[in-house]
């Protein structure tokens, strides 16, 4: 018991770490899109989207040291699903509604959808003609350094679409910001970030070897919520200063990076990435689901209402009583 509560307080001392890195990081972010001109879509869905998304990077780079990768592919799927349904759902509950437009829906949400597409078929390739584990009737494969240049060739089309709506959009840079001094806090913020996600990631090792489930559904929660905060912090400020556009495009792009990019350079940086087909099907079937519905909510009207944020909050909360469930086993849909 004590062992566990120390685990936990760990995961609470992890996560007020990333909190304060995040807000440093987050408001040097913004300042250095100002300073460069960058127009609110892109700094969204990229400089605030990629700053945001250090931590499920640095989880993943971590769980990859420690041979842990599947907690990192689990960080970076609820990560991915927290981003998409508590950020929003949260930021309309407490607001007015959220306004969406065309550039978000048919240009970051496709591309988002494309991502998603784009890392299943990477791991199918991967059992495909890389199977490992066969004798055993495990559905397994090894995602190879040439698999994974895969999504990451995907994302560097995505920073050139948008480097060139930057480049059309005629918006003026601020020359009032200190350079220096944002980029010094970007910097320290980084580093924050990675000391509070070293945290997060031996917490969700503890608590999956106190409970002998496998430590990828604790990435999926206790990290995935903790390395989460940078987004929601960014999300939900920028809809309380009128700015939405900011908001939607950091979630989307941050959940672009973390799949493009995130999870192929853990796999770079190890080597390879063993992954079980009948764990990876499951995680990936729900964010497709939660994908689908926000698409669609967000088509709808071009605009996010407060009962589809709560809906948005729902269907979160039944993520998590389903893994809730796997973990004390009351069901097997993830196999052990």
Known sequence: MFTVLGLLALAVVGTGIVWIGSRWLEDAAAKLAGAYGIPSVVHGAIIAAVGSSTPELMSVLLSATRGEFE????????????????IPGIAVVIGSGIETNRDLVYKEA????????????TFSLAVIYYPIDVANGRISGEVTRALALVPIVLYVLYVFTQYLDASESGTVPDEGIDLARSWGRFLVGLVLIVVGVEGLVRAAVGLGDAFGTPSFLWGMTIVAAGSSLPDAFVSITAS???RPTVSIANVLGSNTFDLLVAIPVGILVAGSLSIRFDHVVPMMAFLVVATVIFFTISRTKMFLSRREGWLLLVLYGGFVAWLI???????????T
Not at 325 to 335: A, D, M
């Open 71 to 86: 907690l990192g592919v689990g960080a970076i799927v609820g990560s991915a699903v927290f981003n998409l349904l508590v």
């Open 110 to 121: 496709l591309f988002y959808m494309l991502a998603v597409a784009t890392l299943l078929l």
């Open 240 to 242: 309380q200063s009128g």
């Open 325 to 335: 469930t796997e973990s004390v086993g009351l069901t097997r849909v993830l196999p």
